[in-house]
């Protein structure tokens, strides 16, 4: 029978340890495939690492897992941003690291600039290292276009490099080779992907991630300005228009492999309770919302085949999370049976501007491994 159901997987932890893959990993895409080796399930590669490109990323999974993985499979931090197309036409300065410019140009952005082209135009504005230091004055910068927003796509590598422009430009509205005579605010717009405090790699504690970095700028720029750094969006996960992105993309692959049944139910399988769990059960909460806001209008559901183009917006009813303990998270005993008997953490290392409430970073279940996982969601699904 055709599947009613699809897995949204984070990578790091659950399915690769830094370059190291994990052994269920291999197991459980076994599980998933049939003996030609295709997906006999809907499957969706949704990571909050930004620094490379979809392509990339889905050669990478396919050597790992030993499958066909293509880049409609697999989000990154960033990929959302092919929906703001009122920003395309800007000139936005682009932050992270890896192929930042040609990210910012598969997704749409038509006049982008580099930390390290900015840097060259100004070279007076990078103090701290200093052996970077122009040796003499160098003649003014003419014609550098003014920038219009700020896109952090991940973690830099010059930590303080980054930070120093970023908020060069957002104080000068654009034109940080000008004096300061005022600051602006509201600031340009901010489109900030990835907002993990922490990632597992290959060493025995997590490292830091994205939102450490975004946790600096917030910080160092409230305390210039004494205000706070405002998003125009924050995205990859936990946010919501993430996972809106990752059901699109399920449905669009049942729909290429001719699985007529609609997906009713989406397994969410991720390592970081901040994220993955609070990601997946904040998109739980956003689906039984639209569905008894649906109810309450008394819009009854339309059968899909009756007319395919309609979007069938009640299609989705469930988005479980199921949180493994082979990257950030970890156990020290057994695994408990309960979720509730897992201990949350006390210290909330989410963003800023996403509440913390205890009940989203619970997992409706928690298992070992990724193997598991998928064994636990068949057995739901009564599928073998």
Not at 255 to 281: C, F, Q, T
Request: charged residues 20%; hydrophobic residues 40%; proline residues 7%.
């Amino acid at each position: 029978q055709p599947p009613a159901f699809g897995f949204l997987f984070d990578i790091d932890g659950v399915l690769v340890r830094g370059s190291q893959v994990l052994p269920a990993a291999r197991e459980a895409f076994r599980r998933l495939s049939d003996a030609g080796g295709r997906l006999r399930v809907p499957v969706v590669f949704l990571t909050n690492a930004g620094n490379c490109l979809r392509a990339a990323k889905a050669r990478e999974l396919s050597q790992a897992l030993g499958l066909q993985v293509s880049q409609d499979q697999v989000i990154l931090s960033h990929s959302p941003l092919r929906l703001f197309s009122q920003f395309h036409h800007r000139c936005m300065l682009v932050a992270g690291q890896g192929p930042v410019e040609e990210n910012a140009q598969n997704l749409g952005f038509k006049h982008v600039v580099t930390i390290e082209a900015l840097r060259k135009a100004y070279p007076l504005l990078d103090m701290v290292d200093h052996s970077r230091r122009p040796k003499e004055l160098p003649p003014p910068t003419i014609g550098f276009p003014t920038i219009e927003g700020v896109i952090l796509f991940g973690e830099p590598v010059r930590w303080e490099t980054s930070l120093q422009l970023i908020i060069d430009v957002l104080l000068s509205n654009g034109n940080p080779g000008a004096e300061l005579e005022g600051i602006p605010y509201p600031h340009l717009p901010v489109l900030a992907c990835n907002m993990d405090l922490l990632w597992m790699a290959e060493a025995k504690m997590p490292r830091f991630g994205h939102g450490t970095f975004l946790l600096c700028l917030e910080n160092i720029y409230k305390k210039v300005t004494g205000r706070e750094l405002k998003y125009e969006a924050l995205i990859g996960k936990p946010s919501t228009v993430t996972y809106r992105y990752a059901e699109y993309l399920i449905k669009e692959q049942a729909e290429k492999h001719g699985w007529k049944a609609p997906i009713r139910r989406l397994y969410a399988i991720g390592d970081n309770p901040m994220s993955d769990v609070y990601g997946a059960n904040l998109y739980n909460n956003y689906l039984k919302s639209a569905q008894q806001n649906q109810v309450q209008a008394g819009v009854k559901r339309i059968p899909q085949a009756a007319n395919p183009h309609t979007e069938d917006h009640l299609a989705v009813e469930s988005c479980k999370s199921i949180l493994v303990c082979t990257g950030v998270y970890r156990h020290n005993a057994d695994v408990p049976s309960k979720p509730e008997e897992c201990n949350t953490e006390a210290v909330f290392h989410g963003h800023r501007d996403f509440c913390f409430d205890p009940s989203l970073v619970e997992a409706s279940y928690i298992v070992q491994d990724v193997n598991e996982a998928v064994q636990l969601a068949f057995e739901k699904e009564n599928w073998s």
